[in-house]
């Protein structure tokens, strides 16, 4: 009987280490051919590679992992590319044809000083720029571009070759959209790619950072978020049109948690009261946002719990300075704002400066992509108000540029202009800027528009006068009575007044402030702005 069972248990242990074997052998079977496989895929497109391969290609056909790829060349020279480059029976390669921008377009008429916004947005015009004849190049898989550089990057205006190079971006973009959302070869995520050649690489306002795969010398592969895309070229060519509340394709249900308001104060306690108006205008208003305020050390703990009552989120940050103010100066720590493309829980940021009262709920502009602001002078924007699209890549790249980059104005504004020189035209009344100063009259001073969304107070800021007055501070000075406005004033007062005491006691005018604004007064130019660089408004 005992020997019996041994024999059997012996039995089964047999057959079941025979089975574990044949198990473990077709496992390393399947490995084994599979490691072969990739292998073999590797060494037939190591084979298939020429020397004169460009490193862009290899990069785009690892990625595609198809055998054929269609490859569209724009704006690109005779006999700078060609098949034998890659392999012959891998590429189809179509010339794009189209019509170079006319030289008579000059970029003051793609991003005008001015436009009529009583007019619907589409019913204005802006100037003529040419595109491809779409429907021939609907199927590419790749387009391959020269960018020309431009002179706007360089601080020296913007010339022809800045139009030429936003034209080239635009054909570039609408034909991968076009492509991108095609069902090619039954395949449903259709993977479009960008390359560019050229030293400067594409707008970064049209093709992201984040959307930048491989960079080499003069050659940039980009695979980029086509809803992102799509949105952009959406968008009118230039701030000539107010830019339409269209949103990024599959976003209506955006997660509107991830959007807030941010502000920032550094370098002084000035602005304290500011910013606890503002967010009491923008409670007011009955937004749904989160508000984020960004300080540095310079704020007090007292301070601080007054901003906190107000509705603040607090997040500290080291100041940035900027390269290019003088030492001492109002600008001087103005690049502390590069900070809120660092706010990457966040997907969408309306930054807006804490010398502002909200007088309307301003959600719906979270829709919009960035850079959307309003315009400010010549074809710039103000960075009072402004939507941005939080990004760590963004920031590193603001942080090194911020050495190369020269302000026009020494401070934020005059950068970030230079750096998104494509940007998208919000109302005026967005952005009401307090400054009459091509009013014939002072009594006009008084006229705010009834749809103002939100006023901007320029020269000295409300709290900056004594609160016995009941009137602008500004009209005390001649040279700031153009920011002068007894009606802004009372609106701003309003908002004071409606604050409990507990945030009132933080707008106090204080010696160190009273000592300031005699300062400012000294130093002013003859347009009223604070020192000689001061060409911003404050």
Same mark, same amino acid.
């Given at each position: 009987?005992?020997?019996?069972?041994?024999?059997?248990?012996? $039995?089964?242990?047999? #057959?079941t280490l025979l089975f574990l074997t044949i198990l473990y052998s077709e496992k390393l079977y399947k490995i084994d051919r599979h490691e072969n496989e990739i292998m073999s895929i590797n060494i037939n497109f190591a084979s298939r590679l020429s020397r004169s391969t460009?490193? !862009?290609?290899? +990069? %785009?056909?690892r990625k595609m992992n198809r055998k054929k790829i269609k490859i569209g060349l724009l704006h690109v020279a005779n006999g700078s590319f060609s098949e034998k480059? +890659?392999?012959?029976?891998?590429?189809? %390669?179509?010339? /794009? #044809?189209f019509e170079p921008v006319s030289k008579e377009v000059k970029w003051n008429d793609l991003f005008p000083e001015w436009v009529d916004e009583t007019l619907p947005w589409d019913s204005t015009r802006c100037p003529y720029i040419p595109m491809p004849q779409f429907d021939k190049y609907d199927d590419l898989d790749v387009v391959v571009a020269n960018v020309p550089c431009g002179e706007?990057?360089? &601080?020296?205006?913007?010339?022809?070759?800045d139009v030429l190079r936003l034209q080239v971006n635009l054909m570039v973009a609408n034909l991968l959209v076009r492509s991108g959302?095609?069902?090619?070869? &039954?395949?449903?995520?259709?993977?479009?790619?960008? %390359? @560019?050649? &050229?030293?400067? &690489?594409?707008? !970064?306002?049209? @093709?992201?950072?984040?959307?930048?795969l491989w960079h080499e010398g003069k050659s940039w592969v980009y695979r980029p978020d086509l809803g992102k895309l799509k949105q952009k070229v959406l968008m009118p060519v230039g701030s000539c049109q107010l830019a339409p509340p269209i949103a990024e394709p599959g976003q209506d249900g955006r997660d509107k948690a991830k959007e807030a308001y941010v502000s920032v104060l550094h370098s002084s306690e000035d602005y304290v009261c500011g910013a606890i108006a503002l967010a009491q205008s923008i409670i007011r208003s009955n937004s749904t946002k989160d508000l984020i305020l960004l300080v540095d050390d310079s704020i007090s703990t007292k301070s601080l719990q007054g901003l906190k009552a107000a509705g603040w989120k607090i997040k500290h940050i080291t100041r940035i300075r900027s390269p290019h103010a003088r030492s001492e100066t109002y600008n001087e720590w103005n690049y502390s704002k590069l900070r809120i493309w660092q706010l990457t829980?966040?997907?969408? #940021? /309306?930054?807006?400066?804490?010398?502002?009262? +909200? $007088?309307?709920?301003?959600?719906?502009f979270f829709i919009y992509p960035q850079l959307s602001a309003a315009g400010n002078s010549r074809y710039v924007f103000n960075s009072g108000f402004m939507l941005v699209e939080p990004s760590n890549c963004t920031f590193e790249t603001l942080m090194r540029q911020r050495i190369k980059v020269a302000s026009y104005n020494g401070g934020d504004q005059g950068f970030l202009n230079e750096m998104f020189m494509w940007w998208h035209r919000w109302p005026t009344k967005l952005n009401f800027l307090k400054d009459f100063n091509l009013l014939p009259n002072y009594s006009m001073h008084e006229l705010i528009p009834q749809d103002v969304y939100a006023l901007h107070y320029l020269g000295f800021k409300p709290w900056m006068c004594r609160q016995d007055q009941d009137y602008d501070c500004n009209w005390d000075v001649p040279e700031n009575k153009r920011f002068a406005s007894d009606s802004a004033h009372r609106i701003w007062r309003q908002v004071y007044n409606?604050?409990?005491?507990? $945030?009132? %006691? *933080?707008?106090? $005018?204080?010696?160190?402030?009273?000592?300031?604004?005699?300062? *400012? /007064?000294?130093?002013m130019d003859f347009n009223g702005r604070f020192g000689r660089k001061f060409v911003d408004n404050l």
């Amino acid at each position: 009987m005992t020997t019996n069972l041994f024999s059997f248990s012996l $039995l089964i242990f047999s #057959l079941t280490l025979l089975f574990l074997t044949i198990l473990y052998s077709e496992k390393l079977y399947k490995i084994d051919r599979h490691e072969n496989e990739i292998m073999s895929i590797n060494i037939n497109f190591a084979s298939r590679l020429s020397r004169s391969t460009p490193r !862009w290609y290899q +990069v %785009v056909a690892r990625k595609m992992n198809r055998k054929k790829i269609k490859i569209g060349l724009l704006h690109v020279a005779n006999g700078s590319f060609s098949e034998k480059m +890659v392999y012959e029976e891998e590429v189809e %390669v179509v010339n /794009i #044809l189209f019509e170079p921008v006319s030289k008579e377009v000059k970029w003051n008429d793609l991003f005008p000083e001015w436009v009529d916004e009583t007019l619907p947005w589409d019913s204005t015009r802006c100037p003529y720029i040419p595109m491809p004849q779409f429907d021939k190049y609907d199927d590419l898989d790749v387009v391959v571009a020269n960018v020309p550089c431009g002179e706007g990057r360089r &601080g020296r205006g913007r010339n022809y070759d800045d139009v030429l190079r936003l034209q080239v971006n635009l054909m570039v973009a609408n034909l991968l959209v076009r492509s991108g959302r095609k069902n090619v070869n &039954g395949i449903d995520d259709h993977k479009v790619f960008a %390359v @560019f050649g &050229g030293s400067c &690489g594409p707008m !970064w306002e049209i @093709f992201r950072c984040d959307d930048l795969l491989w960079h080499e010398g003069k050659s940039w592969v980009y695979r980029p978020d086509l809803g992102k895309l799509k949105q952009k070229v959406l968008m009118p060519v230039g701030s000539c049109q107010l830019a339409p509340p269209i949103a990024e394709p599959g976003q209506d249900g955006r997660d509107k948690a991830k959007e807030a308001y941010v502000s920032v104060l550094h370098s002084s306690e000035d602005y304290v009261c500011g910013a606890i108006a503002l967010a009491q205008s923008i409670i007011r208003s009955n937004s749904t946002k989160d508000l984020i305020l960004l300080v540095d050390d310079s704020i007090s703990t007292k301070s601080l719990q007054g901003l906190k009552a107000a509705g603040w989120k607090i997040k500290h940050i080291t100041r940035i300075r900027s390269p290019h103010a003088r030492s001492e100066t109002y600008n001087e720590w103005n690049y502390s704002k590069l900070r809120i493309w660092q706010l990457t829980e966040y997907s969408k #940021l /309306i930054f807006i400066d804490s010398d502002f009262i +909200v $007088l309307r709920n301003t959600d719906e502009f979270f829709i919009y992509p960035q850079l959307s602001a309003a315009g400010n002078s010549r074809y710039v924007f103000n960075s009072g108000f402004m939507l941005v699209e939080p990004s760590n890549c963004t920031f590193e790249t603001l942080m090194r540029q911020r050495i190369k980059v020269a302000s026009y104005n020494g401070g934020d504004q005059g950068f970030l202009n230079e750096m998104f020189m494509w940007w998208h035209r919000w109302p005026t009344k967005l952005n009401f800027l307090k400054d009459f100063n091509l009013l014939p009259n002072y009594s006009m001073h008084e006229l705010i528009p009834q749809d103002v969304y939100a006023l901007h107070y320029l020269g000295f800021k409300p709290w900056m006068c004594r609160q016995d007055q009941d009137y602008d501070c500004n009209w005390d000075v001649p040279e700031n009575k153009r920011f002068a406005s007894d009606s802004a004033h009372r609106i701003w007062r309003q908002v004071y007044n409606s604050m409990p005491s507990i $945030l009132r %006691v *933080h707008c106090v $005018l204080t010696p160190e402030m009273e000592a300031r604004k005699r300062m *400012h /007064i000294a130093t002013m130019d003859f347009n009223g702005r604070f020192g000689r660089k001061f060409v911003d408004n404050l």
